[in-house]
T-cell receptor, first 115, second 115 residues
Framework: ETGVTQTPRHLVMGMTNKKSLKCEQH?????MYWYKQSAKKPLELMFV???????ENNSVPSRFSPECPNSSHLFLHLHTLQPEDSALYLC??????????????FGPGTRLTVL | AQSVAQPEDQVNVAEGNPLTVKCTYS??????LFWYVQYPNRGLQFLLK??????LVKGSYGFEAEFNKSQTSFHLKKPSALVSDSALYFC?????????????FGAGTRLAVHP
């Protein structure tokens, strides 16, 4: 996909490691999102950034730390994770968070495994 | 509370037969509704949306969805299923919370099309 890209696609880490997930959107959007997708559960919205300012933090544990240096890039910094944090982490972007229909475009995801 | 329900974990259909994937919603105000599809090891891809107007919405890959206000439903349909349609399908509704719009997703329905 060239619209929203995510790296790495797969990540295995120990509970004491520190790693970062990267997302980049090439669509000229100004809002970006992190979602967690676990098996047989609805997508969980983790963080929302609009114009590089965080507008939503859905009570996510502090071991997840987002960073949005500009409107095209979004990071998710990980430290001291737990095995239950293993999931597919999806990034998405849209043109604004206050628009009438908020259509979002998704990246391919990073499959995270915490040992 | 604003929510989306997809009552079926899995739908099985024979190739060439019509398919329906069900979705019901609960939202205050006028609903903005979406369908996304997720193929293995991929992110979510936008299929179609209902904002206003005609209750029958046409989208990508021959899919369509019918908005029914009285039944608060937005079922996804296709007249003739293909094996390549086998994937995970998500229904979503726009919700306004915390001063901005966001999407609330259902748990997903796995569609299996058999030759």
């Amino acid at each position: 996909e060239t619209g929203v890209t995510q790296t790495p696609r797969h990540l295995v880490m120990g509970m004491t490691n520190k790693k970062s997930l990267k997302c980049e959107q090439h669509l000229g959007h100004n809002a970006m999102y992190w979602y967690k997708q676990s098996a047989k559960k609805p997508l969980e919205l983790m963080f929302v950034y609009s114009l590089e300012e965080r507008v939503e933090n859905n009570s996510v544990p502090s071991r997840f730390s987002p960073e949005c240096p500009n409107s095209s890039h979004l990071f998710l910094h990980l430290h001291t994770l737990q095995p239950e944090d293993s999931a597919l982490y999806l990034c998405a972007s849209s043109q604004g968070v206050g628009t009438s229909y908020n259509e979002q475009f998704f990246g391919p995801g990073t499959r995270l495994t915490v040992l | 509370a604003q929510s989306v329900a997809q009552p079926e974990d899995q739908v099985n259909v024979a190739e060439g037969n019509p398919l329906t994937v069900k979705c019901t919603y609960s939202v205050s105000g006028n609903p903005y509704l979406f369908w996304y599809v997720q193929y293995p090891n991929r992110g979510l891809q936008f299929l179609l949306k209902y904002i206003t107007g005609d209750n029958l919405v046409k989208g990508s890959y021959g899919f369509e969805a019918e908005f029914n206000k009285s039944q608060t439903s937005f079922h996804l349909k296709k007249p003739s299923a293909l094996v390549s349609d086998s994937a995970l399908y998500f229904c979503a509704v726009r919700a306004f919370s915390g001063g901005y719009n966001k999407l609330i997703f259902g748990a997903g329905t796995r569609l299996a099309v058999h030759p």
